[in-house]
């Protein structure tokens, strides 16, 4: 889930972006972890994310795919995840959480400084944190700003820059519209990590704003 | 369609390919392809760059197989074509089931280990690129104070990288004394961890990305990113960088000090344990 440390966006989109996900150590928990994992997915589905699921099985959003049966298919080293689009339920999955004292490792990539106003209110303190020190290299190969937005979303690169370009093109044609491309998108992300209502969010405003503005070159 | 594989196309073979006998060049796993490394050949049938292909299947994954007969494809695109209309399939779609799934070998294999997520790691046991990082920190104890994590990820976003220029990053930090992660798909690959050499036969072999992970003392992440800044220049890729470490008793992140002090910006957003794995790691454990 290094996929989802380097998600790019204003910190107003990524207010709107966290994503909870379950871990286990090999000889310290994640030997009979199933059930508790399954658990984790049962209490994040009570609170409605708009993605889900595992890398194994694949995600919500993929046609074949039944959540009750992606749930029960959880095994012990099932690196599960879901997506949330506010603090506030974030807060109260949490706080489930907590009750239910699972003893898996649990995980949030988001705002740092939000999510650690989180565990204060649930009680809790964070025990580690992981920073992105942005992108290197030959950034002068990447896309348009816009295009990285959708990409980093899906950190194991399974959304092309192609197929983000045909999205934002067919939704500036009108041919679809920007729940159906962030849709697609979301397909092709294996592990549910993808925030589909961000995409469409983004998709939404470069409809009324303009498309791809952004020089191409990724300055951090 | 997923997971139920199309039994007459695949085949043992060395590479992710396509059926030039079912392909109807609708160009849809062009737009799929992650590295965009498909195109359409001199016949009209879409063909994949074998060195650039870093077998991550996304293709033959989110491409449903309408399994209809090419003939019949070919026969709707001539009748429609009549009327001056084009046959276009939906965009995840692949009409005639041409993508053939191979069983890959050594060291093409490594493809498909770092760019598969789906794919688990033979050497952790972690699906997606196969590390822990800080993920479980709280029962491991990977992280103990003092001590901070770096992630260098090498590829991402969108770009990928081949061995030889993973290699001249593990050979540009080595010298400075890290402990490469035991636990992690490329420290597997590495065969000196004083000189950051990979093994041979490797280098030429091409992923979406791979992650070197390493620990080392809080107040060396200054020389670490002083190395990275160095050999960035040297490779035709992207590489992300993360730092890590385990938080202070106030909830405060000792790495971010060093950071700053070494003149890089942090990222707002990140990655947070919140310490609810059990049993809980103490510092006084071994």
């Excluded at chain 1, 294996?190 to 503005?213: I, K, V, Y």
């Excluded at chain 2, 197989?65 to 090419?70: A, D, F, L, R, S």
Aim: proline content about 5%.
């Amino acid at each position: 889930m290094t996929n989802t440390l380097h998600r790019r966006g204003n910190r107003e989109d990524l207010k709107r972006d966290y994503v909870i996900f379950v871990h286990t150590a090999k000889g310290k928990n994640r030997e009979g972890a199933a059930p508790k994992i399954r658990e984790f997915m049962r209490i994040c589905r009570k609170y409605h994310p708009v993605n889900m699921g595992d890398v194994k099985q694949g995600s919500m959003h993929q046609d074949d795919i039944e959540i009750d049966r992606l749930i029960a298919g959880h095994e012990d080293g099932t690196v599960a995840a879901a997506v949330f689009t506010d603090l506030e339920t974030l807060q109260k999955v949490v706080e489930e959480l907590i009750r239910a004292d699972l003893g898996i490792c649990i995980n949030i990539s988001g705002l740092l400084d939000e999510v650690k106003e989180c565990c204060r209110r649930a009680g809790i303190t964070r025990h580690s944190a992981e920073h992105s020190l942005g992108i290197w290299g030959a950034k002068d190969r990447l896309p348009e700003r816009e295009v990285m937005e959708f990409n980093t979303m899906c950190g194991h690169g399974m959304v092309s820059f192609n197929l983000i370009r045909r999205m934002i093109e067919q939704v500036r044609l009108r041919r679809m519209t920007p729940q159906q491309a962030a849709r697609m998108m979301a397909k092709c992300c294996e592990c549910g990590a993808f925030n589909p209502l961000r995409a469409e969010t983004l998709l939404t405003r470069m409809r009324e704003q303009g498309f791809l503005n952004s020089p191409r070159t990724n300055r951090d | 369609m997923r997971g139920a594989l199309n039994l007459h196309a695949i085949r043992v073979g060395p590479t992710m390919d396509i059926d030039k006998t079912r392909c109807v060049g609708c160009g849809n796993c062009h737009i799929i392809c992650t590295m965009g490394v498909i195109s359409l050949d001199e016949e009209g049938k879409s063909v994949v760059n074998q060195d650039e292909c870093v077998e991550c299947a996304t293709c033959y994954r989110v491409l449903r197989n309408e399994n209809y007969p090419p003939w019949f494809v070919r026969s709707i695109r001539k009748v429609l074509s009549l009327f001056k209309l084009g046959y276009l399939a939906d965009v995840d779609i692949c009409p005639t089931g041409a993508l053939t799934l191979p069983e890959l070998v050594w060291p093409r294999v490594l493809r498909a280990q770092f760019s598969n997520p789906t794919v688990v790691h033979p050497g952790t046991g972690v699906p997606g690129r196969g590390t822990d990082e800080i993920k479980s920190n709280d029962v491991t104890g990977r992280l103990r104070t003092g001590e901070a994590g770096l992630v260098v990820e090498i590829g991402r976003p969108g770009l990928g990288a081949f061995f030889r220029d993973i290699e001249k990053v593990t050979i540009a930090l080595a010298p400075l004394g890290p402990v490469f992660e035991p636990e992690n798909p490329v420290t597997h690959l590495i065969a000196d961890t004083t000189t950051g050499r990979m093994r041979e036969g490797i280098l030429d072999e091409k992923v979406l990305s791979a992650i070197i992970e390493l620990k080392t003392d809080m107040e060396k992440i200054p020389a670490f990113l002083a190395a990275l800044e160095k050999v960035q220049r040297e490779i035709d890729t992207v590489v992300s960088v993360g730092v890590a470490s385990r938080c202070l008793p106030d909830g405060t992140i000792p790495h971010e000090e060093w950071v700053q002090k070494a003149g890089y910006a942090l990222s707002p957003n990140g990655k947070t344990n919140l310490g609810l794995g059990r049993p809980l790691f103490r510092e006084d454990e071994p």
